[in-house]
């Protein structure tokens, strides 16, 4: 029925009767998975694996709390048993590639990545956050060649051209920055961060009129509520 907070209190009561019980620990860790509590969650999954090393879902959804406490390192442990069956996840396969990618292991996050776009196909809103968790990683080239193929598709797609623009700004690309983030105001006009890094590329380029107009635009009450 999805009332996480009702499942938790009566999951704690049937622990205290039954301690040792895996099946209370899995779906008390689902609980509080679903609540996004997944440092509650963490302890719960690896009391599961303690005594059953072969539960699948408890170690996947283990992986992935750990993933969310940007704990990567425990994240991949966790999960490479799984990778072998889970190569066509698309979930499975993004986390995997932001932890090797955040890990400074980059072949193995491209090599993810890579088997991300063979499992889903080459659409916009796959490239989409490919090119994000490239900029993320500070991985910029990989983040232009991405979101260039998720404009390619889909050339009004929010945001891409936004992230696009972030991605040859720190490349030092400040004309075809510029003209990114001018793409992005047409199609995301309500939204003040395409005017702020426009802004910058401004100042950087010594267009100090256009700056101040654009953060005066950018500071408009209608994009600050």
């Known amino acids: 029925m999805q009332k996480f907070d009702s499942a938790v209190r009566a999951l704690l009561e049937a622990k205290k009767l039954a301690p040792a019980l895996p099946a209370i620990d899995l779906n008390l860790g689902l609980a509080y ?19 059953q090393a072969d539960n699948y879902q408890a170690r996947y959804l283990l992986g992935m709390s750990y993933f969310m406490q940007d704990e990567y390192q425990h994240a991949l442990v966790t999960l490479e048993p799984l990778a072998s069956a889970e190569q066509d996840n698309l979930d499975f396969l993004f986390v995997q590639g932001i932890c090797y990618g955040k890990l400074k292991r980059e072949k193995e996050s491209e090599k993810a990545f890579d088997q991300l776009v063979r499992a889903g196909g080459d659409t916009a809103h796959l490239h989409f956050p490919l090119g994000k968790a490239y900029l993320d990683l500070y991985i910029n080239q990989h983040a232009v060649t991405e979101l260039q193929e998720s404009i390619a598709l889909a050339p009004k797609l929010s945001f891409a051209h936004c992230n696009l623009g972030v991605a040859y700004q720190r490349l030092g690309m400040l004309e075809k920055a510029g003209k990114e983030f001018d793409l992005e105001m047409t199609i995301t006009p309500q939204e003040p961060w395409s005017y702020e890094n426009r802004d910058e590329v401004c100042l950087d380029l010594g267009q100090t009129d256009m700056a101040i107009k654009l953060y005066r635009e950018a500071l408009a009450p209608q994009r600050s509520q």
């Not at 998975?33 to 005594?51: N, W």
């Open 33 to 51: 998975y679903h609540q996004r509590d997944f440092a509650k969650a963490i302890p719960e999954f690896s009391q599961v694996l303690q005594s």
